[in-house]
């Protein structure tokens, strides 16, 4: 009977070795976790740190909801309008192709400087900053806010705005770049690609989508009401400090005084990527974002563009202002 008990206990203790060791054997999740997540590595904190909130907004634009009155003409090669307070898709074309965008980049630009500001809020100008036509007129030296560097960002275009922003990013420009496709992606947008904070043609390789930038600028005037703010404004004054001279700087984007409503946002122009628009729209009880890439008459196809979107919500549009 002892012999009995003594091979019994024998086996009892091989078998929980061998259960152990098995266990330790087999994969854990501590182990690989990435293998594990159906998150994409480019939407998690540990692969992109521009990833701040998983909150992804991906409109369906597939089905639109346009009306029967007759389409506008176009030339742009790509469009998009989506009224934001049903959520539906009223007009598109094209939405998914990759074009260029010109200053349509500062949108981006905009985001990540306030998603990271300097914390002494100094941005100091270089003579390298002062680059493009498109300028707010800075000079080297000068040292600005970064709300003053936004209103010369979205108002006059300014070039030499972007790439001071860039340059003071606290990892430098190549870093800020890279937080720009960084934060594309932490929006879930793969169609989209920064080579520079302007915009600037021949500077790398740039290209976004009409579906991209709605969900760019959707986000920026959600988050940011100093960004929905600054691309509201007709013109704003500088006036002059101890590091700077003053700025008298003008809204270069269409129909903001001249279709009601209109609250901004950006306009883009390079030979490459043609005349390039959005625009954000808050009448009657409606929200519309329009996005018009390549165009020969930007603004006269987004007022045809507003006016067909509004009738097809029952809306009367307003009167037109302009020439």
């Known amino acids: 009977m002892k012999t009995f008990f003594t091979y019994l206990l024998a086996i009892l203790i091989l078998s929980v070795g061998f259960t152990a060791s098995f266990w330790y054997l087999l994969p854990h999740p501590s182990d690989d976790v990435s293998s594990l997540s159906p998150i994409p590595d480019f939407l998690t904190v540990k692969k992109n740190d521009q990833v701040k909130l998983l909150d992804l907004w991906l409109p369906f634009i ?17 469009v998009l309008m989506y009224d934001l307070t049903t959520n539906k898709t009223i007009f598109e074309k094209n939405p998914r192709e990759k074009l260029p965008m010109a200053s349509i980049t500062k949108i981006m630009t905009a985001i990540i400087s306030m998603e990271n500001p300097r914390k002494d809020n100094k941005y100091v100008v270089r003579e390298d900053n002062l680059v493009g036509e498109d300028s707010m007129g800075l000079e080297s030296g000068e040292v600005l806010s970064l709300e003053e560097l936004l209103y010369g960002l ?16 606290y990892l430098g420009r190549a870093s800020f770049i890279q937080a720009m496709n960084d934060k594309a992606k932490a929006l879930g947008l793969t169609d989209t690609q920064f080579s520079n904070p302007s915009g600037l043609q021949g500077d790398g390789i740039q290209y976004t989508t009409t579906y991209d930038l709605l969900v760019m600028t959707k986000y920026a005037l959600d988050n940011y009401p100093l960004f929905a703010r600054i691309v509201s404004t007709d013109t704003h004054s500088i006036v002059p400090t101890s590091t700077h001279k003053a700025f008298e700087l003008a809204n270069e984007t269409n129909l903001l005084t001249t279709y009601e409503g209109v609250r901004g946002v950006k306009t883009g122009y390079t030979p490459e990527a043609g005349l390039c628009l959005v625009t954000y729209l ?34 009367e549009p307003p009167e037109y202002t302009g020439e």
């Open 62 to 78: 597939q089905q639109t909801y346009g009306s029967g009155s007759e389409v506008p003409e176009l030339t742009a090669k790509s």
């Open 154 to 169: 979205m108002l006059p275009s300014g070039n030499d705005a972007a790439e001071v922003l860039a340059n003071n990013y």
């Open 282 to 315: 808050d009448y009657k009880g409606h929200k519309i974002i329009g996005i018009i890439l390549n165009s020969q008459n930007r603004r006269g196809e987004m007022k045809d563009l507003l006016d067909y979107s509004l009738k097809s919500l029952g809306i």
